[in-house]
């Protein structure tokens, strides 16, 4: 047995899953806003939602603005292999990959997890209206005002 | 920003959560990436080599399993460097093709061992009520952890 050395591609970069279960929002709706911010970013669409590889902080930025779009129906997860690898695609493996199972069964209790991710967000206590700085000149006589007055009185 | 050690170290639910509220999860992506991403010997699917069940004799001793010992030197130093963690006590999917046994009774044992670090038991929501008890739980548990490891 011939013992070959590994070179590893994609390195520094990280995959996240991005699994939607929204009564309002399908993958594809999910995928074409993620191209539209994805700045470079790889994005796949899949049948549960997206695969995101690129920068850390660059994939970081855009689950946050893809969160957005549904919060409580949004799930992110990290993942070790980048998408298409020919060691987990099942393009290659002739089935669904390992990790399909674990999926499957947390995707069934998602609907449970998104009422609580609902029911939250309603508890949430009313933002209260913050009190802006008060500018130096506010409620004084305005200066075009002032020089009005004067050019009245002088007349 | 804490680390969470997650149980089961797969878990989709758990990962969102605790990276949702502002914190670093914990799991098997974790380490699996750091092994795909390092140049080595040619070993697939995992990259796992004969280097690893060695590593793993620090939390394993030599008669068992090379498999459970290949395992713990993924999630060993992880749970070394965990500021917390959260266990869901009735997740079978971590027993199946990729998961074992013996290797999640030993994680769960060390996770215990470690008696100042705070720990979070939980099962999976089986109810909307239950969904909301569940979710208000790791709100709560990750929210008492901030700045535990803030620099």
Not at chain 1, 79 to 108: I, S, T, V
Not at chain 2, 78 to 103: H, K, P, V
Request: charged share 25%; net charge negative; with cysteine.
């Amino acid at each position: 047995m011939t013992i070959k050395e590994y070179i590893p591609t994609y390195v520094g970069t990280v995959t996240k899953y991005v699994f939607i279960d929204s009564p309002n929002i399908t993958p594809q709706t999910l995928a074409i806003r993620a191209y539209e911010i994805s700045e470079g970013l790889m994005v796949k669409e899949t049948c549960f939602g997206l695969q995101i590889t690129g920068e850390p902080e660059q994939v970081k930025k855009l689950i946050v603005e893809l969160r957005k779009v549904d919060s409580a129906h949004i799930f992110v997860k990290d993942r070790g292999f980048p998408p298409g690898d020919p060691r987990r695609c099942r393009a290659n493996l002739g089935g669904a990959r390992p990790g399909y199972y674990g999926h499957e069964f947390e995707c069934g209790l998602l609907k449970f997890v998104s009422h609580g991710l609902e029911e939250l967000d309603k508890k949430k206590p009313k933002p209260v209206p913050q009190m802006s700085k008060k500018k130096l000149d506010q409620g004084k006589l305005p200066l075009n005002r002032l020089i009005e007055i004067i050019s009245n009185e002088e007349a | 920003m804490a680390k969470v050690f997650i149980f089961p170290t797969t878990s989709l639910v758990l990962s969102d959560m605790v990276e949702r509220w502002g914190h670093e999860a914990l799991g098997a992506a974790v380490g699996i990436r750091e092994k795909i991403q390092t140049p080595s010997l040619e070993s697939p699917p995992l990259q796992m080599t004969p280097e690893d069940p060695k590593k793993g004799l620090k939390y394993a001793a030599v008669e068992v399993p090379c498999g459970v010992r290949g395992r713990m030197s993924l999630y060993g130093p992880m749970i070394e460097e965990a500021d917390a963690a959260i266990i869901i006590n009735d997740s079978d999917l971590s027993f199946g093709c990729m998961g074992c046994a013996r290797t999640n009774e030993l994680v769960m044992f060390m996770l215990r061992q470690r008696k100042e670090m705070p720990l979070l038991d939980i099962k999976y929501p089986e109810t909307e009520d239950e969904g909301i008890a569940f979710v208000t739980q790791i709100k709560d548990f990750l929210a008492g952890l901030e700045g535990e490891n803030d620099e």
